[in-house]
């Protein structure tokens, strides 16, 4: 499996409530951040929902889990280890 991190980033004077997603493999450097959809619940309804779209497999989540960076966010695991960007179906493509 592969561990996605996602994180609620706060509001600010010019922009709402985004969800940061973040590889902790590291295989892909920048986090992917989206606007917080008010539809969804909560940030792994609304990664895990974005994520779907662009054709990433979620197999499980986590909630407040652990990650080795200690933060306590929440996490999405994967079974896509061949994916080196956060939008395409295959490296390359």
């Known amino acids: 499996m592969r561990a ?3 994180r609620r980033l706060p509001a600010t004077t010019y922009v709402g409530h985004r969800v940061r997603i973040y590889d ?3 295989i892909i450097e920048r986090p992917f951040t989206v606007p917080f959809d008010h539809d969804f619940n909560t940030c792994l309804e609304v990664a895990a929902a974005k994520l779907q779209r ?3 497999q979620i197999e499980a989540y986590c909630v407040g889990g652990w990650s080795p ?3 306590g966010d929440d996490l999405l695991l994967v079974s ?3 994916r080196d960007r956060w939008t395409n179906a295959l490296p390359n493509a």
């Open 4 to 6: 996605l991190r996602v």
């Open 24 to 26: 902790d493999l590291g």
């Open 54 to 56: 662009h054709g990433w």
């Open 69 to 71: 960076t200690g933060t």
């Open 80 to 82: 896509d280890f061949h």
